[in-house]
Each structure stands twice: as C-alpha cells, then as structure tokens.
Nanobody, 121 residues
Framework: QVQLVESGGGLVQPGGSLRLSCAAS????????MGWYRQAPGKQRELVAT???????NYSDSVKGRFTISRDNAKNTVYLQMSSLKPEDTAVYYC???????????????WGQGTQVTVSS
C-alpha cells in the first residue's frame, strides 16, 4: 500500500513561515502529479497547489505569491514552502499523489494523513 508521510506543520505567528514535506514511503511505478490541499474546520477541502512531473505549478489565488510547491522526483517527495502566513491559512494540510503502483494498475489518488497548520498571534 502506498503511504504518504507528512511533516512540518505547527503553530506559527502571522507573517511567519513553515515548510511542509510529504514523502512516499513505498515504491511507486509512476507519479503523474502531486499536490497539496487544505481543509479548515467546517469547510470543504480545497486545492492549494499542484506540480507536474516536469515541474509546472498551479496555485490557488489565495496563496499565489506566498506559497511555493516543489518536488524531488528521486525521493518521491513534495514540499510546500509557506511564507507570509495569514490566520486564514489555518487548516489541516493534506498532500496527494496520483500514481500507478504497477504498470498495469489504475491511476489512483493517494492521500497523506494531514498535518495541522495554525497561524495565530
């Protein structure tokens, strides 16, 4: 089973920075894209950022210019560098990969366990 291990969450003051990491703990045949989502209490889960194998990125309007998504293909790891954090960034952040675990397997989405990010004075 594919497992994604997230780390880097925590409590930070407004204007501060955090870097989230998500590492795949099992071999994956091919990763098609990776991304970060977040979910605040009482809210729907929303897309934050995605990155393709080639390195093309997309960001939600609310984080563009403040967050940077990156990946290390050799390590099957995706990162989210968060700067100029705002209270409205407070949420549980989840990483996701779309991948095949075998050449004949279907493309499936795999999710990390989530890591809490709290931005507060």
């Amino acid at each position: 089973q594919v497992q994604l291990v997230e780390s880097g969450g925590g409590l930070v003051q407004p204007g501060g920075s955090l870097r989230l990491s998500c590492a795949a703990s099992e071999w994956i045949f091919n990763i098609y894209h990776m991304g970060w989502y977040r979910q605040a209490p009482g809210k729907q889960r929303e897309l934050v950022a995605t990155i393709t194998t080639a390195g093309s990125t997309n960001y939600s309007d609310s984080v563009k210019g403040r967050f940077t998504i990156s990946r290390d293909n050799a390590k099957n790891t995706v990162y989210l560098q968060m700067s100029s954090l705002k209270p409205e960034d407070t949420a549980v952040y989840y990483c996701k990969v779309r991948a095949r675990v075998r050449p004949t397997a279907a493309q499936l989405d795999y999710w990390g366990q989530g890591t809490q990010v709290t931005v507060s004075s």
